[in-house]
């Protein structure tokens, strides 16, 4: 696609439930990123993947939180047992390849998680 | 603990005046720095970058000055206009082969006024 879609745009969650955010990166970027933007912060690293691997998944923040990528395109950020403390947006970016610098992201329009 | 440090919530100019944002940072193996901007809803656009062997570099209306021994920067825009109101984000990456991985401030709301 034209930019990086993210799916819902906005989600409400209850406490203790499941939940599954989607980003769509642009068609033939081998890089993705997900970071995190809580209220009145930066966005802050989660994790990144170069094709199909996670090759660093320092910043997710415990165990509850998961990230796939299966085919290398579409990934899926997963948290279990949602917490009041993960309602935050949640951003998602690719490039082309793992550019230094961070200059070539193109980041979605985030996922708001509200977290009830 | 910060290693991006944005200290000015918001900054309010008029337009056709020059609008700078500051920001510092405290790891010295960051190399590489960029600003982005973030309009409500949106996620953030890259603006404009600068390596550490450069002090200065400028795009159009849109500079950013690097000072390594105060790890300080800055980014200047003149003249401000009021499509340039957004939130501003200053970033870094470097250090240890994880330059993929940005660090960001918490950003500065800027307003210009027509």
């Known amino acids: 696609g034209a930019g990086v879609s993210q799916t819902p745009s906005n989600k409400v969650t209850e406490k203790g439930k499941y939940v599954e955010l989607r980003c769509d990166p642009i068609?033939?970027?081998?890089?993705l990123y997900w970071y995190r933007q809580s209220l009145g912060q930066g966005p802050e690293f989660l994790i990144y993947f170069q094709g199909t691997g996670a090759a660093d998944d320092s910043g997710l923040p415990n165990d509850r939180f998961f990230a796939v990528r299966p085919e290398g395109s579409v990934s899926t950020l997963k948290i279990q047992r949602t917490e009041r403390g993960d309602s935050a947006v949640y951003l998602c970016?690719?490039?082309?390849?793992?550019?230094?610098?961070?200059?070539?992201?193109?980041f979605g329009s985030g996922t708001r998680l509200t977290v009830v | 603990d910060q290693q991006v440090k944005q200290n000015s919530p918001s900054l309010s100019v008029q337009e056709g005046r020059i609008s700078i944002l500051n920001c510092d940072y405290t790891n010295s193996m960051f190399d590489y720095f960029l600003w982005y901007k973030k309009y409500p809803a949106e996620g953030p656009t890259f603006l404009i970058s600068?390596?550490?062997?450069?002090d200065k570099n400028e795009d159009g209306r849109f500079t950013v000055f690097l000072n390594k021994s105060a790890k300080h920067l800055s980014l200047h825009i003149v003249p401000s206009q009021p499509g340039d109101s957004a939130v501003y984000f200053c970033?870094?990456?470097?250090?240890?082969?994880?330059?993929?991985?940005?660090?960001f401030g918490k950003g500065t709301l800027l307003t210009v006024n027509p």
């Open positions: 068609s033939g970027h081998t890089a």
């Open positions: 970033a870094a990456s470097g250090g240890g082969g994880s330059n993929y991985k940005l660090t």
């Open positions: 600068i390596s550490s062997i450069k």
């Open positions: 970016a690719s490039s082309l390849i793992h550019r230094g610098g961070g200059e070539g992201y193109t």
